[in-house]
């Protein structure tokens, strides 16, 4: 699989409302075909969540089937969400994705939900999405170092800042060092990023075809621990709030479904190229999860997870282990492939968190630092300072954020990025229906306006009336059907609404809790939607203080600077009278 480097390709969204045009500028005119794409898409989605989340969600709803059925319905999401994509990037045929979409969507109140998705991609999305990355390759890292899970000796019933040091800290640092690595290579040179990216997505690919085709090969075998999870198949959760922090994680799982569209401006005959790239790889991506989610099922014991009530979010680990008959260094060596295949995902993202900082700060998105962040290294050719700025946000959000609440830090870090990314996949899909009113609207506006005379030749010559005319215009790019986009939307809505409905059970020293237990780790559930939330006020904030206040701050400043010199004129009319 290949990377994007800087030596190839260096244009990325829009990042900032306040331009519509690519903040990065192609170095050459290379342009991108659909293997380069479906390769790009499969290795950008490919990521740390399908050997993490497979863990939580068996765990949460007990039944093989319907764990295979999520992880499908996600599949079908992600397709539809990509084809939707696919017409939005068809319309504005330039690189841009939600930044443009949503300006067009939404042209009043100015600016508004742009600037919000420009806020929160930058300073809660985007690192959220790499911390939880991170989190889970630092718990994968403490399986190869000790050869047991690091929740093993903690129970996290309380806040990090109250836990020992390990191993919930030393999970924590571990993160921050994983991250030190890839951000001081990306710093020290662009070709050797790639290089190392390159490698990395290899090893990724390879470890995750192996789990798959192991796993595949067990379940042929029919073995006892096969055919004893298997049997169990319909057997589930009938609590239906078990399922609600499930089909996030999926979605996190399958994020980057959307990646070519930030790259549009790279594409010979966009249309037909991004279709197949965008469907292709949301097919392979699908097939991929629902093998190693079999190969997991078939080789992993349902005991281990499901009479756990600690969450294993380490099921690779437990993969490996139960695969070699318990060899624990074959088990390390496997799991320390995962870690290397987590940090290929990793690099990814520090590669293009840097350049949407970058992006940002080229539309000053950054107050007094911007022109800091958008200035690459002279000797380096690399964005230093944005890397530096990304390390930093990063690790406070590892540590701060991570350590004040008593969720797992995986979870938390994955649930407050997508839920935040999902207020704007619904506000996108949405959009698309107003985009495509409104164009339908001026097409009509269009033909009304001919002349009689010119309708009347296009009638004569071409035999057809207005309504096949307006019937062609429509059909000059591709459309997605209105159900595929219906699930994309619903499937929205559905995970914004449904995603405040939580399980919550008394600890397992305390079965007889109380409600004020309850409630408190009720609270502590839905902890990052409320993190989601309170960003998004945040941004609300900013948006009004800088095309409202600012703004009109600034036109009285104007406006008195101009009445001073009509005021002096009129006083020395007034003297020479």
Not at 182 to 211: C, D, E, F, P, V
Not at 329 to 343: G, P
Not at 389 to 410: E, N, P, R
Not at 515 to 526: D, M, N
């Amino acid at each position: 699989m290949t990377e994007m480097t800087d030596d190839s390709y260096e244009s990325h969204r829009p990042i900032s409302a306040m331009s519509s045009n690519p903040s990065l500028k192609p170095k050459n005119e290379s342009l991108l075909g659909v293997f380069y794409g479906i390769g790009m898409n499969v290795n950008n989605v490919i990521g740390s969540g399908i050997v993490t989340a497979p863990g939580i969600v068996w765990n949460s709803v007990k039944s093989p089937v319907i764990v295979l059925l999520l992880w499908l319905i996600g599949g079908i999401i992600s397709m539809a969400g990509s084809l939707t994509y696919v017409e939005l990037g068809i319309i504005h045929k330039i690189s841009g994705g939600e930044t443009k979409y949503l300006q067009t969507a939404y042209p009043n109140p100015k600016f508004l939900m742009s600037y919000l998705f420009s806020f929160m991609f930058v300073l809660l999305i985007r690192p959220g999405l790499l911390c939880a990355v991170l989190q889970a390759g630092a718990q994968y890292f403490w399986f190869t170092l000790k050869g047991y899970r690091f929740d093993n000796d903690i129970q996290q019933d309380t806040i990090g800042w109250n836990l020992p040091f390990s191993p919930f800290w030393f999970i924590k640092f571990l993160a921050i060092i994983l991250l030190f690595i890839i951000t001081l290579y990306h710093m020290i040179s662009n070709r050797w990023a790639n290089i190392i990216n390159q490698g990395l997505a290899i090893i990724k690919i390879i470890t995750y075809s192996i789990i798959a085709l192991a796993g595949f090969y067990r379940l042929c075998q029919n073995s006892e621990t096969s055919s004893t999870n298997w049997k169990k198949m319909l057997v589930g959760s009938t609590d239906i709030t078990n399922y609600s922090s499930s089909i996030l994680l999926i979605m996190f799982s399958y994020n980057g479904w959307n990646n070519l569209n930030y790259s549009l401006d790279e594409f010979r005959d966009p249309e037909r190229k991004l279709i197949l790239s965008n469907s292709i790889s949301v097919g392979i991506v699908t097939a991929m999860y629902l093998l190693v989610n079999v190969a997991f099922i078939s080789v992993v014991p349902g005991a281990d997870i499901l009479n756990n009530s600690k969450i294993d979010e380490t099921i690779g680990a437990e993969f490996f282990s139960q695969l070699f008959g318990g060899n624990d260094t074959i088990a390390r060596i496997f799991t320390a492939l995962i870690v290397l295949s987590v940090m290929g995902t990793a690099a990814v993202d520090v590669w293009s968190g840097s350049r949407v900082i970058v992006a940002a700060a080229k539309s000053d998105f950054f107050p007094k630092y911007s022109y800091q962040l958008r200035t690459w290294h002279h000797y380096f050719n690399t964005p230093v300072n944005a890397l530096f700025a990304q390390f930093v946000w990063c690790t406070f959000i590892i540590l701060f954020i991570g350590g004040s609440f008593t969720i797992s830090s995986f979870s938390l870090f994955a649930t407050f990025s997508m839920y935040s990314y999902w207020i704007f996949y619904f506000a996108t899909g949405i959009g698309l229906l107003l985009i495509r009113k409104r164009n339908n609207n001026n097409l009509k506006k269009m033909q009304f306006e001919k002349s009689d005379e010119e309708l009347n030749k296009n009638k004569d010559n071409n035999n057809i009336n207005g309504h096949e005319l307006l019937s062609q215009l429509e059909k000059k790019f591709f459309t997605v059907p209105l159900p595929v986009a219906g699930i994309f939307i619903l499937a929205g809505f559905f995970i914004l609404i449904f995603s405040f409905v939580v399980h919550v059970d008394c600890p397992v020293g305390n079965p007889d809790c109380g409600e004020e237990v309850l409630k408190q780790k009720r609270v502590s559930k839905l902890s990052p939607l409320f993190i989601s939330y309170g960003f998004l006020f945040v941004g609300l904030l900013f948006w009004y203080f800088f095309y409202y206040w600012w703004d009109a701050k600034k036109k009285q400043k104007e406006a008195n600077i101009m009445r001073i010199p009509a005021e002096n004129n009129e006083e020395n009319s007034l003297d020479f009278n």
